[in-house]
């Protein structure tokens, strides 16, 4: 059993500035607008996920960060707030691309879900068929020796 190395508040504060940092340079060089935010988390994830970073590493900065999310999205709250005149004029094009993009959204999460589903169950019902052939391939070899 391999114990988890711990890692300090700066170390892991680093690995976020550096991250935020590089997807700052992104979003400016990229030529639709994407925050920079978004790109970080896209960029963190695909380091964990090639496992340059290890979750260790930002795990417990992470969790903070998470905990405080509510107090986090103040500022895009006084954003809406400052931005009150587009609101009013574009409100219901706003709120009716945003309930499309949801309906969107739920209807291609559901039509995935169902494509897995599907595909796991048809790799349950031909693992014993594969077992089952595997078996008496065996036997049929014993029975030759």
Known sequence: MSA???????????????????????????????????????LLFVLLCLKVIKLEQVETLGTSLTSLIGFLFVPSGISVMNSLGVMQQYGVQIALVILLATIILLGATGLFSQLILSVSQKRQKTAPEKQTVRRSNQEKELVQH
């Open 4 to 42: 988890k190395k711990v890692y300090g508040f700066l170390t892991q504060a680093f690995i976020f500035a550096v991250i935020m940092l590089i997807s700052n340079g992104i979003a400016a060089i990229v030529p639709i607008p994407i925050p920079a935010s978004v790109v970080g988390l896209v």
